[in-house]
């Protein structure tokens, strides 16, 4: 629902922002107008991530496509850095290079355009804040959802860049120095590139395979150095999957004299009790060993001392 709602204001905006744009010659409206283009498409992308990850795993993909959600948000970054970012660049140059042709009621209209803007994408903003309060128990819960963090960003920078648009024109109109203007726009576009590189920077991670939160992983140590029949956590590996997937692999030793039987017994009881620990995780893979035998194939070079997989 937050996504729907900031892509309504958005497209809204964005058709304000360019007409009154090129009706006031203004180059700071118009790299707003470009901000709000870029959110839209953005916003596009995210209701295609939300909707594809939710598709169940098959034989192609076995770990789902969870991690869709950050594809999508790595093309919404790249959007915001193109069509925003560098849009804002050009018109901040052109501003500079060659003087603004501006319009006094146009830049009236303008200005009357930028203040419902900022009602509007301030609006937007409480609401995704609000949904943050009231689904997550902390923000950095709420930032490992690339959809909720890319509209957050959006809706920040959409405000601090109205308010900078406002500015220079606000400074343009009563010195007539286009210097003025031509400085917000390019503002703007600093404030998009940076907000670009940090959602890219966070997709990145995601795709290429992020751990859990320390915390969480050190549940999970706790968890399993908690078993009677563990001797010691050898390694523990985790990588999101998706927003709410997290895939667990751990090489354990086990205490001496344990079957085969016993051994099976325990890895399935303790696979349970990691995913009921941690409700997110869906995939758990344990390589077993006991310690006696781990410290012969160390002696002897074997598998556990290259770090080859095996076990359960």
Same mark, same amino acid.
């Given at each position: 629902?937050?996504?729907?709602?900031?892509?309504?204001?958005?497209?809204?905006?964005?058709?304000?922002?360019?007409?009154?744009?090129?009706?006031?010659?203004?180059?700071?409206?118009?790299?707003?107008?470009?901000?709000?283009?870029?959110?839209?498409?953005?916003?596009?992308?995210?209701?295609?991530?939300?909707?594809?990850?939710?598709?169940?795993?098959?034989?192609?993909?076995?770990?789902?496509?969870?991690?869709?959600?950050?594809?999508?948000?790595?093309?919404?970054?790249?959007?915001?850095?193109?069509?925003?970012?560098?849009?804002?660049?050009?018109?901040?140059?052109?501003?500079?290079?060659?003087?603004?042709?501006?319009?006094?009621?146009?830049?009236?209209? !303008?200005?009357?355009?930028?203040?419902?803007?900022?009602?509007?994408?301030?609006?937007?903003?409480?609401?995704?804040?609000?949904?943050?309060?009231?689904?997550?128990?902390?923000?950095?819960?709420?930032?490992?959802?690339?959809?909720?963090?890319?509209?957050?960003?959006?809706?920040?920078?959409?405000?601090? !860049?109205?308010?900078?648009?406002?500015?220079?024109? *606000?400074?343009?109109?009563?010195?007539?120095?286009?210097?003025?203007?031509?400085?917000?726009?390019?503002?703007?576009?600093?404030?998009?590139?940076?907000? *670009?590189?940090?959602?890219?920077?966070?997709?990145?991670?995601?795709?290429?395979?992020?751990?859990?939160?320390?915390?969480?992983?050190?549940?999970?140590? *706790?968890?399993?150095?908690?078993?009677?029949?563990?001797?010691?956590?050898?390694?523990?590996?985790?990588?999101?999957?998706?927003?709410?997937?997290?895939?667990?692999?751990?090489?354990?030793?086990?205490?001496? !004299?344990?079957?085969?039987?016993?051994?099976?017994?325990?890895?399935?009881?303790?696979?349970?009790?990691?995913?009921?620990?941690?409700?997110?995780?869906?995939?758990?893979?344990?390589?077993?060993?006991?310690?006696?035998?781990?410290? *012969?194939?160390?002696?002897?070079? !074997?598998?556990?001392?290259?770090?080859?997989?095996?076990?359960?």
């Amino acid at each position: 629902m937050t996504v729907l709602v900031a892509l309504g204001a958005n497209l809204v905006i964005a058709v304000a922002k360019a007409v009154g744009g090129l009706l006031a010659g203004s180059p700071a409206l118009l790299s707003e107008a470009a901000h709000s283009v870029a959110d839209s498409l953005n916003e596009i992308f995210l209701l295609a991530a939300l909707r594809r990850s939710r598709r169940p795993a098959d034989r192609r993909h076995p770990f789902g496509y969870g991690k869709e959600r950050f594809f999508w948000s790595l093309l919404a970054a790249v959007g915001i850095f193109v069509m925003g970012g560098c849009f804002s660049f050009f018109q901040g140059l052109e501003a500079l290079k060659g003087g603004a042709k501006e319009s006094h009621s146009g830049y009236v209209a !303008g200005l009357a355009v930028l203040v419902v803007a900022l009602l509007s994408e301030g609006g937007s903003l409480v609401r995704a804040l609000h949904q943050v309060h009231r689904q997550h128990d902390t923000a950095a819960q709420a930032l490992r959802d690339p959809a909720l963090r890319t509209v957050l960003a959006e809706d920040s920078t959409a405000v601090l !860049g109205v308010v900078l648009a406002i500015a220079g024109m *606000a400074l343009h109109m009563a010195t007539g120095n286009v210097v003025w203007e031509a400085s917000a726009s390019l503002a703007i576009g600093v404030l998009l590139v940076y907000v *670009a590189y940090r959602l890219g920077r966070e997709a990145r991670d995601q795709l290429i395979g992020q751990a859990a939160d320390p915390e969480l992983s050190d549940r999970i140590r *706790a968890l399993l150095k908690a078993q009677p029949e563990i001797d010691s956590v050898e390694a523990l590996l985790t990588m999101q999957l998706g927003l709410d997937s997290l895939l667990v692999a751990a090489r354990v030793d086990l205490v001496p !004299g344990l079957d085969s039987e016993e051994v099976e017994e325990v890895a399935v009881r303790i696979k349970r009790s990691v995913a009921h620990t941690v409700p997110e995780t869906h995939q758990v893979f344990l390589d077993i060993t006991d310690a006696p035998t781990r410290a *012969a194939e160390r002696r002897e070079g !074997g598998p556990a001392a290259a770090g080859e997989p095996g076990g359960t």
